[in-house]
């Protein structure tokens, strides 16, 4: 993320430079006081305030003409409960900080995604996740949280409001800002991991029965020669790339399994095995289909972008997450499989992106990642979202006059 002075005005660019605003104001406020000033400045303005932590949205989720308000000074772990498995933390607190302070409780995070440099109420807000199908994304994890809304109060949200914890796991920052989170962790573990390289066959053959029976399984399925590369994936030496996948496969072991940083076989602290490193050089739209048509939908896909898509170069990656209840997650009541697909900075790729959303949303019903590229309407989000109106609702209580929203939200959420 950037964020520089130009002049009177403020300049904000996301962490891959696709999204972008100038906010009449940044702010970086130091405590929740300081939060609330802000709020209440800018609804008495009649304006708009968005939050940010990283910037990792590839969306305009970010975007705001009014306050934009940083959490840079907003980070770090407050507390560790190992007896009640929570920790507490600031808004702005790295994926990635939780680690060592949890480890030496004896705790982790119940799951990671392959990035852990998101500020976590960013990655919960639009419920980022790991992979797995006993497990949920990063939003799933909260118990507790406090909430600065629209009229510049602090409302404190708990487990005694089933309901309203379950619209504050996935908010997409529409109902406030969240000024300190608690999280459910679990005990410390280490992963260990295999990596393979699989044929389109091997694929059909092993891909749905090792993430129903591991702790988790994923690849990046390459539609070109040239696309392990993009990622950094090591294919194995002399074999064909194209319609062959990198496979990442996962299983737990005791905290104390002593590290082994066997090449292609490692074993490690969880915190350590689950991030890889990117370059910035994608674009990315990320859809969830239900997990009983996993291989309908993976085939369905390969066969788009082999067929007739030339635009279709960077790998596929496919995942799995578990059920959960929160109101606009896309796990909302169903196990999935985790669709990605990217397009090139400084191309052209929408139709390319677009033909993906008519397959997966006209034909699988798909439902979309908040930070991800995506093309959901208004009418779709309460067809394929069962709780989205109840979020509607809460979302109007605690912001009436649609402070939180934005151009890319209002069309559907006002």
Same mark, same amino acid.
């Given at each position: 993320?950037?964020?520089?002075?130009?002049g009177t005005s403020r300049?904000?660019?996301?962490?891959?430079?696709?999204?972008?605003?100038?906010?009449?104001?940044?702010?970086?406020?130091?405590d929740e006081a300081e939060v609330q000033e802000i709020v209440r400045d800018e609804a008495a303005r009649g304006g708009q305030v968005r939050v940010v932590a990283t910037g990792h949205s590839f969306t305009p989720v970010h975007l705001t003409s009014g306050t934009l308000i940083g959490l840079d000074r907003l980070h770090g772990v407050l507390d560790v409960d190992a007896e009640r498995r929570r920790?507490? #933390? $600031?808004? !702005?607190?790295?994926?990635?900080?939780?680690?060592?302070?949890?480890?030496?409780?004896?705790?982790?995070l119940k799951n990671q995604g392959d990035i852990d440099t998101q500020g976590i109420t960013g990655a919960m807000g639009t419920a980022t996740h790991g992979s797995g199908l006993g497990y949920q994304h990063l939003g799933a994890a909260l118990r507790r949280c406090r909430v600065v809304t629209g009229d510049g109060e602090v409302v404190e949200i708990?487990?005694?409001?089933?309901?309203?914890?379950?619209?504050?796991?996935?908010?997409v920052g529409m109902l406030g800002v969240?000024?300190?989170?608690?999280?459910?962790?679990?005990?410390?573990?280490?992963?260990?991991?295999?990596?393979?390289?699989?044929?389109i066959g091997e694929i059909r053959e092993r891909f749905v029965p090792e993430s129903e029976a591991r702790r988790h399984c994923s690849m990046f399925w390459c539609p070109t020669d040239e696309?392990? #590369? $993009?990622? !950094?994936?090591?294919?194995?030496?002399?074999r064909p790339i194209r319609d062959s996948a990198f496979i990442r496969i996962y299983d737990e072991a005791p905290a104390d399994t002593p590290a082994d940083p066997t090449h292609r076989r490692r074993v490690d602290r969880s915190y350590r095995v689950f991030p890889m490193v990117y370059d910035p050089n994608f674009h990315e739209l990320e859809y969830f289909v239900r997990w009983d048509r996993a291989l309908e939908a993976f085939e369905a896909l390969r066969e788009l972008m082999l067929a007739s898509q030339p635009a279709a170069v960077f790998p596929m990656e496919v995942r799995s997450v578990g059920r959960d209840a929160a109101m606009l997650s896309p796990q909302h009541g169903q196990d999935t499989i985790v669709l990605s697909v990217s397009g090139r900075p400084g191309t052209d790729y929408w139709d390319y992106l677009r033909s993906v959303d008519a397959l997966l949303g006209g034909e699988f019903d798909a439902r979309v990642h908040w930070g991800k590229l995506h093309?959901?309407?208004?009418?779709?989000?309460?067809?394929?979202?069962?709780?989205a109106q109840d979020f509607i609702d809460v979302r109007r209580r605690l912001d009436p006059e649609g402070l939180f929203l934005n151009d890319h939200l209002r069309p559907l959420f006002a």
């Open positions: 993320m950037s964020a520089t002075s130009q300049f904000f660019r996301n962490w891959v430079g696709n999204q972008s605003c100038t906010p009449r104001d940044i702010r970086s406020p130091a920790v507490t #933390a $600031l808004p !702005g607190t790295a994926i990635g900080a939780f680690g060592e302070p949890l480890w030496e409780h004896g705790l982790a708990g487990e005694d409001d089933p309901d309203l914890l379950h619209a504050a796991q996935v908010s969240i000024t300190e989170v608690e999280l459910e962790v679990k005990e410390a573990y280490a992963l260990r991991e295999e990596v393979a390289q699989w044929s696309s392990a #590369a $993009l990622y !950094g994936l090591e294919m194995e030496p002399g093309f959901l309407s208004r009418e779709q989000l309460l067809e394929r979202y069962p709780r």
